[in-house]
């Protein structure tokens, strides 16, 4: 009886624990090159997808109200994810349900977009814990890969060609003279936003505009949502990919407010590159559950204070001591929460906003660095911190 109770006891943890942590990913080694790779290339075929959860990030006051309200009710997305690799590229698909379909119309710029991002660790001379999500941190970059989804502007703009800046029934030319303008026009047109960014902590992601790091991505949207394809080579001046890839993934959906407000975001997620040996330590850190004990981690945290800064769940009144902390288990990795709590001033987190929180900073500018206002809880037991971070790692919203 017993042993059968243990069983059944276990079998439980196993699937609620495969409920909380993102699998690994498998990018399927192909001959097929990727540089170009599109949504519908046959290399798909191969792919093997795997379901990430994305929570929406919900860790700062935005200054407008609808957008905070429209945070507030937020739920995780789940998406698709696959990856293939052929030795030089890595490519990667990201499912996602979306009903409406925001597309970036010629000239206005009222209107929120659909979008997605992936985000790769930059290389870095000494093994590093993973960047901050987001915008990487001090010390340890990050590479930004942006797409967001663009209608066809029919007069390419800025390209200062007045030829080609008229209606085509007005060139008076016909057959292939008019097919040879129309395609000058398509070849001209503005149809993709395409953009790369790096970063290393808050107000210095800038935008890789010299083609130093090659992009190639895309945006389809379908009766089930949209795909987005992403292809860039495995090794570059900014980062240097092989064994096991972490990513962390982002969607903006436009009909809530896209970028300016609702974003949700993934943890970091393992790729493996078939053929390569993966990083066994960070595979395990990315895909199984932290240690501790959940249920006695929720009382550490109320007994330490932690919980007079940090709004814990959405039924909490919001604190401006700190950021919120209702979605933290959804896209932080244990270590990094581990780290929050032991060295505060590790990685201070970005996007403080001085307008929100104006007698309440997060951070105070000692010696030029950033210190943040977070008491050091480094005396802290190891097995209390454990516990915390297992509580920590509970903290997000359901899943649509
Ligand atoms: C005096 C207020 C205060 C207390 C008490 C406090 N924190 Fe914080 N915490 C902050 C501030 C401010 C930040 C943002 C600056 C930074 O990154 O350190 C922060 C950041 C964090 C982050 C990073 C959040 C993110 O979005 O990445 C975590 C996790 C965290 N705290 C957990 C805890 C835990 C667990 C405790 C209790 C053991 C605690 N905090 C106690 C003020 C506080």
Redesign the pocket.
Known sequence: MKKLLTTILSLGLAASAALAANPAITAVKVSDSLDTIKADSAAWSKAKFETVILYPQT?IEFNDKKANALVANAKGKKAQVAALHDGKNIAIMVKWADKTKDVEQCMSSDVYTDGFAVQFAGATKKAQPLP?IGMGSEGRPVVVHLQKATAKVYEPNGNKDVSTQINRQQTGVFGKELADFDAKVASLANTDYERVFVGEGFRSLTEVKDKSIKSNGAMVHGPAGWSGTLSRPLKDEYVNLNGTVPVSIAVWDGSSMGRNGLKNLSSWVAINLEGQKANSAMVGELTTDAKGDAAKGKE??AT???T???QMTAADAPSL???S?KN?GGY?TAE??RE??LK??A???PG?NRNAHANTP??NIEKGKRV????D?SF?DKATVDD?VAY?KTLKSEVE
């Open positions: 860790a901050y550490a945290a330490n204070g932690c007079g800064c940090h001591l700190g950021p902390l933290v932080s990094y929460l929050s709590i505060p001033s990685v201070v987190v403080y997060w951070y943040s206002t977070m008491t809880f802290l915390i920590l």
